[in-house]
């Protein structure tokens, strides 16, 4: 079992919509989960992080994490053409060692 | 500005070479990271290290070495016994669990 799922896509919204990105992890002793923007060719910036159940909102984007479920979500209102990317999840459980999901990749079309 | 650099961008290796990628930063983060980004693979850790003079092996070490004389440098040398280097190395610093990461090295092996 991968220590860290999503959906590779490609993930398809027109502009304007809410684009809805999902990571399930395995790891129960998760305590920091982050998603990183990573556009084509270039490193990832990290755009959200979260440590406790339920929302965290900053801007346009929205965090949310529920343990119980092992599930983390980042919701992108008002989707533009600029925020098509691949979205890493992450989590981090201790060690110093944050583990990295594969990535999402979203397209908004305009 | 406060930031993480690396050098060079792009590099070129030939068959049984050993090359080292730079990585500096002046953002007084206690802990560097090396990952390795492949197409279709999430982030893999290869070395991390939380003070100077200390390091640790990642994930997929085999076939890299590190050193950590200086807080703001964390070089990584690819030996000739990495038989497959051709990818995208990331280094990131961290003070705390949240990571950032650096422009990035795209090394290809000759």
């Known amino acids: 079992q991968k220590e860290v799922e999503q959906n590779s896509g490609p993930l398809s919204v027109p502009e304007g919509a809410i684009a809805s990105l999902n990571c399930t992890y395995s790891?129960?002793?998760?305590?920091?989960f982050f998603w990183y923007r990573q556009y084509s060719g270039k490193s990832p910036e990290l755009i959200m992080s979260?440590?406790?159940?339920g929302d965290k909102e900053d801007g346009r984007f929205t965090a949310q994490l529920n343990k119980a479920s092992q599930y983390v979500s980042l919701l992108i209102r008002d989707s533009q053409p600029s925020d098509s990317a691949t979205y890493l999840c992450a989590f981090w459980g201790g060690y110093q060692k944050v583990t990295f999901g594969t990535g999402t990749k979203l397209q908004v079309i305009p | 500005d406060g930031g993480i650099t690396q050098s060079p961008k792009y590099l070129f290796r030939k068959e049984g070479q050993n090359v080292t990628l730079s990585c500096e930063q002046n953002?007084?983060?206690?802990?560097m990271y090396w990952y390795r980004q492949d197409p279709g693979q999430g982030l893999r850790l290869i070395y991390y290290s939380q003070i100077v003079n200390d390091f640790q092996k990642g994930d997929i070490a085999e076939g890299y070495s590190v050193s950590r004389e200086k807080k703001e440098s964390f070089p990584l040398t690819v030996t000739s016994a990495q038989k497959n280097p051709t990818a995208f190395y990331l280094c990131?610093?961290?003070?705390?669990?949240?990571?950032?990461f650096g422009p990035g090295t795209r090394l290809t092996v000759l």
């Open positions: 990131a610093s961290s003070i705390g669990v949240e990571q950032f």
């Open positions: 953002l007084n983060h206690d802990a």
């Open positions: 790891d129960r002793g998760s305590q920091s």
């Open positions: 979260i440590y406790s159940n």
